[in-house]
C-alpha cells in the first residue's frame, strides 16, 4: 500500500507557473506507475499527466500538451508536476494517484489508478 502527499498548489495569475510535488510513502515507490488528474468545480474529474513506473514513458492531456511536465524522482518517492503558462480554465484541485500495475505505457484513465492523494488547489486568476 502507499500514502500520497501533495503539496505545492496556490494561488498564481495567468501566464505564471507552479510545481506540485507528490510524496508518497513506502519502499516500492519506484514499481508503481504515477498520474495527475484534476477535478474544477461541478466537473468531473479529468486526466492530466502520467508517468511509467520506469519514468520511460508520460502521457499528457491535449489541454496541458506543451505547457505541463510530469517527471518522477525514485530516490525520493516524488513524482512532480510542473505546470507553466497556467491559464483559468487550469483552475481546479489537483491529485496524485498511484497504478500498482507495471505498464509499460502510462495510465490515463482513472478507474486503473489504486491510490489517491487529499488534492491540492490551484487557482489562475485572469
Known amino acids: 500500500q502507499v500514502q500520497l502527499v501533495e503539496s505545492g498548489g496556490g494561488l498564481v495569475q495567468a501566464g505564471g507557473s507552479l510545481r506540485l510535488s507528490c510524496a508518497a510513502s513506502g519502499r516500492t515507490f519506484s514499481r508503481y506507475g504515477m498520474g495527475w488528474f484534476r477535478q474544477a468545480p461541478g466537473k468531473e474529474r479529468e486526466f492530466v499527466a502520467a508517468i511509467s513506473w520506469s519514468g520511460g514513458s508520460t502521457a499528457y492531456a491535449d489541454s496541458v500538451k506543451g505547457r505541463f511536465t510530469i517527471s518522477r524522482d525514485n530516490a525520493k518517492n516524488t513524482v512532480y508536476l510542473q505546470m507553466n503558462n497556467l491559464k483559468p480554465e487550469d483552475t481546479a484541485v489537483y491529485y496524485c494517484?498511484?497504478?500498482?500495475?507495471?505498464?509499460?505505457?502510462?495510465?490515463?484513465?482513472?478507474?486503473?489508478?489504486?491510490?489517491w492523494g487529499q488534492g491540492t488547489q490551484v487557482t489562475v486568476s485572469s
Open positions: 494517484a498511484a497504478d500498482s500495475d507495471r505498464r509499460w505505457s502510462p495510465a490515463v484513465v482513472l478507474e486503473q489508478y489504486d491510490y
